[in-house]
């Protein structure tokens, strides 16, 4: 690998990794310009396989989008519509979106996402009504809800702070924060793509608050778009710089932009080698973030399990119901059963491990060529 390293003008850096150096802007940009993705995938492999070995991370949970309908109008979206009544919306009154989870109250999952548009005429009760009759359901399940796009406009509308509104939620049964809402954080492009909703300092205040407040959360990124590899790599380094303060994300997640049914579909979708090279810097970029998550709903199947072996440690989980990737025109399931992805990581040559929402391993199966270990055996 040596030589291909050096071929590829990246020797460098990997004896800067190996060092356990952390790299900036500059070798950054080195790396989303490297032309051998092979070479870059190694690196990003190493990483991965220092942190996690084999092991591939995935949960069992289900996605709940209570509204679509929303006062934003960011371009890449072609999930939102502007008012109640437009053709195609829809707001679940609370016994609608409860039932979603009572229909799978006999399952063992463990999560429940909740992300939506911003509604602007729902009461707050709305939200904290909809936590505490989740956990009325099942006291159990972990409610990992309300981007922090979400968070801001709640405080904006009903007049309280954003640490009031993440101390309501929580008390209602809020577990966690999901990582939406980032897109990128240049101030260029986001004025550009989303103009109309949080900034990228309150989306980093919020997620800030919130692990002070003793929650995790995950962080994303849109990519594929309009934003430079300058901007990509700032992107993580604010992430960087915030899980430095706090050490509160739990997972990177890359977000492939998918540009049917919206105001970008003149550009052409992400392909799969820029896929694997955004996930892949992702893990030589972010130090402290412990996972990098393939998005499979968003990247296809097939592309999120060779990702397996470009940095990403981590597939989310069962999903079930995803409307918003793919009301913009992707073509992968609605859901997979854990079966599947179990399948799915072991043909990859990966150990699949059944995580909860904060990591914590449920079930673990024998890793590759453990041939005398038991298939699939509980650990904790
Ligand atoms: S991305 Fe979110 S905030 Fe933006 S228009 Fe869509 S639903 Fe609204």
């Given at each position: 690998?040596?030589?291909?390293l050096?071929?590829?003008?990246?020797?460098?850096?990997?004896?800067?990794?190996?060092?356990?150096e952390?790299?900036?802007?500059?070798?950054?940009?080195?790396?989303?310009?490297?032309?051998?993705?092979?070479?870059?995938?190694?690196?990003?492999?190493?990483?991965?396989?220092?942190?996690?070995?084999?092991?591939?991370?995935?949960?069992?949970?289900?996605?709940?989008?209570?509204?679509?309908?929303?006062?934003?109008?960011?371009l890449?979206?072609?999930?939102?519509?502007?008012?109640?009544?437009?053709?195609?919306?829809?707001?679940m009154?609370?016994?609608q979106?409860?039932d979603?989870?009572?229909?799978?109250?006999?399952?063992?999952?463990?999560?429940?996402?909740?992300?939506?548009?911003l509604?602007?005429?729902?009461?707050?009760?709305?939200?904290?009504d909809?936590?505490?009759?989740?956990?009325?359901?099942?006291?159990?399940?972990?409610?990992?809800?309300?981007?922090?796009?979400e968070?801001?406009?709640?405080?904006?509308?009903?007049?309280?702070?954003?640490?009031?509104?993440?101390?309501?939620l929580?008390?209602?049964?809020?577990?966690?924060?999901?990582?939406?809402?980032?897109?990128?954080?240049?101030?260029?492009?986001?004025?550009?793509i989303?103009?109309?909703?949080?900034?990228?300092?309150?989306?980093?205040?919020?997620?800030?608050?919130?692990?002070?407040?003793?929650m995790?959360?995950n962080?994303?990124?849109?990519?594929?778009?309009?934003?430079?590899?300058?901007?990509?790599?700032?992107?993580?380094?604010?992430?960087?710089?915030?899980?430095?303060?706090?050490?509160?994300?739990?997972?990177?997640?890359?977000?492939?932009?998918?540009?049917?049914?919206?105001?970008?579909?003149?550009?052409?979708?992400?392909?799969?080698?820029?896929?694997l090279?955004?996930?892949?810097?992702?893990?030589?970029?972010?130090?402290n973030?412990?996972?990098?998550?393939?998005?499979?709903?968003?990247?296809?199947?097939?592309?999120?399990?060779?990702?397996?072996?470009?940095?990403?440690?981590?597939?989310?989980?069962?999903?079930?119901?995803?409307?918003?990737?793919?009301?913009?025109?992707?073509?992968?399931?609605?859901?997979?059963?854990?079966?599947?992805i179990?399948?799915?990581?072991?043909?990859?040559?990966?150990?699949p491990?059944?995580?909860?929402t904060?990591?914590?391993?449920?079930?673990?199966?024998?890793?590759?060529?453990?041939?005398?270990?038991?298939?699939?055996?509980?650990?904790?």
């Amino acid at each position: 690998m040596h030589h291909r390293l050096a071929a590829a003008n990246l020797l460098d850096l990997s004896d800067r990794l190996d060092a356990g150096e952390r790299l900036g802007l500059d070798a950054g940009v080195r790396l989303f310009a490297c032309p051998d993705l092979l070479a870059l995938g190694w690196l990003a492999n190493r990483e991965r396989e220092r942190r996690h070995g084999h092991r591939t991370y995935f949960n069992h949970n289900i996605r709940i989008e209570a509204t679509n309908v929303c006062v934003a109008s960011c371009l890449f979206c072609s999930f939102a519509r502007l008012r109640p009544g437009d053709a195609g919306s829809y707001t679940m009154s609370l016994e609608q979106a409860w039932d979603k989870l009572r229909q799978r109250r006999d399952e063992p999952l463990t999560e429940v996402h909740v992300v939506n548009g911003l509604h602007p005429d729902l009461p707050f009760t709305y939200y904290t009504d909809l936590l505490r009759g989740f956990k009325q359901i099942r006291p159990d399940v972990h409610l990992k809800c309300f981007t922090a796009v979400e968070i801001a406009f709640f405080a904006d509308l009903y007049g309280m702070s954003d640490e009031h509104v993440l101390a309501e939620l929580m008390t209602a049964g809020l577990d966690s924060l999901p990582g939406g809402g980032a897109e990128i954080f240049a101030e260029r492009v986001r004025r550009k793509i989303c103009h109309d909703k949080c900034d990228a300092d309150r989306y980093l205040a919020i997620h800030r608050t919130a692990h002070r407040l003793g929650m995790r959360s995950n962080v994303t990124m849109l990519y594929g778009h309009i934003e430079t590899p300058e901007e990509r790599i700032d992107h993580m380094l604010r992430a960087r710089a915030l899980q430095d303060e706090t050490g509160g994300f739990q997972a990177f997640i890359p977000l492939a932009f998918h540009p049917d049914n919206n105001q970008m579909r003149k550009l052409p979708a992400p392909t799969a080698a820029d896929t694997l090279r955004v996930h892949a810097v992702a893990r030589l970029m972010l130090d402290n973030i412990p996972h990098v998550k393939a998005f499979w709903i968003a990247t296809g199947v097939e592309v999120a399990q060779t990702s397996l072996w470009f940095g990403v440690d981590d597939l989310d989980g069962t999903v079930q119901e995803e409307r918003i990737y793919h009301m913009a025109g992707a073509v992968t399931p609605e859901a997979l059963t854990t079966t599947a992805i179990r399948r799915l990581i072991r043909a990859a040559g990966r150990t699949p491990v059944e995580r909860d929402t904060l990591y914590r391993v449920l079930h673990e199966d024998a890793s590759p060529g453990d041939a005398h270990g038991d298939p699939a055996r509980v650990v904790q």
